[in-house]
């Protein structure tokens, strides 16, 4: 049987997460201050994941949920021309990262999230496919070509093939998608990371510290977390998601209620 969570902790996360009318993201520059104040949040998820989401802020309600027709629906159809527009603008690190999902990230988390998630070049043809290091070996000859040309020039021409390796070089933040074009056809425009986010790339970040952050920055967006949310949540070992939290509880940022249950220090305890 599934607990509900304390009416004070759904009112909190209505307050972060933009779930009230009040907050909800009307404009892309609201898009991203919201990003900025949770750290990272999906792009398109719904109410079924337990995640900020840059949808549920548009939507401004706790029962959002993705239509089938994205086209034909309001409120679907402005989430995905704002992500397009913080993808455009590059203020934010957008890519599918967290469980292959498009993901966003706050510049401040970049280098937290390079130090767990990421790959040293030295690394890469041990670890990287070699379609992945076909696309990548153009992308650092080009710096910026579109879906059609960059599947031509590296050789990896099938679709699902060069899909696969995209989705595998964003994982390791290598790859981000920088622009969306609709006109005259449907197409991406890949950059390196690198090339927008390189001063948050090269930052060196130990990897105790950087889970740590990353933990930070979910409590605080979330209130409270629950017995391997944050593990779920951004793919961190429980046993690595855990040892932040106690340490989140040792400075006194966040108290412990139970066996893996964790809340924002300063909120109202109550038991779930």
Known sequence: MLKTLPVELEEYRDRRWRRAPEGRVETVVDGEAFVEEVGFCGALTDARTNLPSLY???????????????QKD??????????????????????????????????????????IYGMPRKTEKENLSPDA?????????E??????????????????????????????????????????SFTYIWMLAEGRFAKELSTKVKREVAVREIARAYLQAAGQTGRGELARATGLTRA????????LVAEGFAIRLEVGVYRLAGLAVQQW
């Open 56 to 70: 549920i802020a548009v939507c401004g309600r706790r029962d959002a949920f993705m239509p089938r027709n994205v």
């Open 74 to 115: 309001p409120e679907a159809s402005f989430a995905w021309r704002t992500k397009d527009e913080l993808m455009r603008r590059g203020r934010v690190y957008y890519a599918k990262l967290l469980k292959g999902r498009s993901t966003f990230i706050a510049p401040r988390l970049v280098a937290h999230f390079n130090t």
């Open 133 to 141: 290091l076909a696309i990548l070996k153009v992308l650092r000859q």
């Open 143 to 184: 710096w910026e070509m579109a879906t059609k040309d960059l599947r031509a020039e590296s050789g990896v021409k099938e679709r699902a093939r060069f899909n696969k390796a995209m989705d595998e070089l964003q994982r390791a933040m290598k790859v981000i998608p920088s622009e969306v074009l609709y006109e005259p």
């Open 240 to 247: 690595e998601a855990g040892k932040a939290n106690h340490q």
